[in-house]
């Protein structure tokens, strides 16, 4: 490590009750969601871990793993502000971001187009089925995510900070969907697949849901608050070699470069762009600020991984016949490349 890189961690370091703060404000979210959420322990850490990088995450999982009661439960421990959009297939891109309406002057009888915001103009948003509705109205939400404003009628409409979007799939229903491309898969962080909850935790879902409980969900963090720790985690400081892994694993992941494994060439048709190593030092970063380290190392950057590659991969048709996921091609790139 160079001299200006322990000059910045040294800095770094001096901010350790931020660090501290950060750590048990994660503890505290997990507990006030634990009221309601039975398991789900990584996806809420990978939730957070989003959120904290400024970054969006989509949720795929097989109805009633509570998807949407886990996203509104986020929301009520944060204080923010929710806004959830059912995409249908009659869904317009007006339906989200806002429209112009008339409205006339009483006093002078003048008519002028005022504009009515959507519920896009909200800090978590929650897209539920984002599939169930053509890819223009898909876009509408999806540039909001990227740019992070709205245009209407030649105006300009800055959405405010924190903006968050979860969106949910069904895995199963595929008849009557527009599957995001994969240029949209790639403004999302984080896929994460939702799996059956284990017999223990079903038993507990199945006492709690079917008696008069009643959780109240204490709020953890303000806008303002998360706001600042987005910015501590951007200056938390990496180590080049971690950054080099990320980079390298990426990299490897794209059949036309020379250093690629064969058995990438042989199930993969297009790698992961540069957003991904992006996302993977910004991850890394906030795993290690909330679990109280100051800077993360290539374990972070592995435990990303999947839910950073898994939908930036396009597999071949190689890899279809013969069943291989890109997950499984993840956890093989993952297990060999020695670093």
């Known amino acids: 490590m160079g001299y200006k890189e322990l000059s910045k961690k040294n800095e770094f370091n001096s901010d350790a009750k931020s660090v501290a703060r950060l750590a048990e404000s994660y503890s505290r979210l997990c507990s006030e969601i634990a009221k309601v959420i039975v398991g789900q322990k990584a996806v809420i850490e990978h939730l957070f871990i ?14 009633g793993l509570a998807k949407t009661l886990l996203i509104k439960t986020l929301a ?4 923010l502000k929710f806004s959830r959009i059912q995409f249908t297939p009659d869904l317009m891109p ?5 429209t112009e309406i008339i ?3 009483v006093g002078t009888k003048e008519k002028i187009f005022k504009f009515v915001k959507g519920p896009v103009f909200a800090n978590i948003i929650l897209a539920d089925e984002i599939n169930r509705t053509p890819p223009k109205t898909q876009s509408a939400l999806l540039e909001a995510m990227q740019e992070h404003h709205v245009t209407a009628a030649g105006q300009s409409y800055v959405l405010a900070e924190p903006f968050f979007v979860l969106a949910t799939q069904n895995p199963i229903e595929q008849e009557g969907t527009y599957p995001l491309p994969e240029a949209q898969l790639d403004r999302f962080m984080l896929s994460l697949w939702l799996d059956y909850p284990l017999f223990e935790e079903e038993v507990e879902i199945v006492t709690t849901t079917t008696s008069k409980y009643d959780a109240t969900i204490e709020k953890v963090l303000s806008a303002k608050e998360i706001i600042e720790l987005q910015e501590l985690v951007r200056s938390v400081p990496v180590a080049s070699n971690v950054v080099e892994y990320a980079v390298k ?5 794209r059949p036309g470069n020379s250093n690629a494994p064969d058995y990438i060439k042989h ?4 790698g992961a762009g ?8 910004l991850g890394a970063k906030a795993r290690a600020i909330i679990h109280g380290r100051y800077t993360p190392d290539i374990e972070d950057v592995k435990a990303l991984a999947i839910p950073v590659l898994r939908h930036r991969l396009v597999t071949s048709f190689n890899a279809e016949a013969e069943g291989i996921s890109t997950v499984q091609i993840v956890e093989k790139l993952v297990s060999s490349l020695k670093f």
């Open 50 to 63: 989003t959120l904290l990088a400024k970054g969006h995450c989509l949720l795929i999982g097989v109805p």
């Open 76 to 79: 009520q421990a944060l204080d």
């Open 94 to 98: 007006s339906d989200i971001t806002g």
């Open 103 to 105: 409205e006339e002057n």
């Open 249 to 253: 694993l990426v990299n490897l992941t």
């Open 267 to 270: 199930w993969i048709r297009w």
């Open 274 to 281: 540069p957003r991904a190593s992006q996302y993977l030092i």
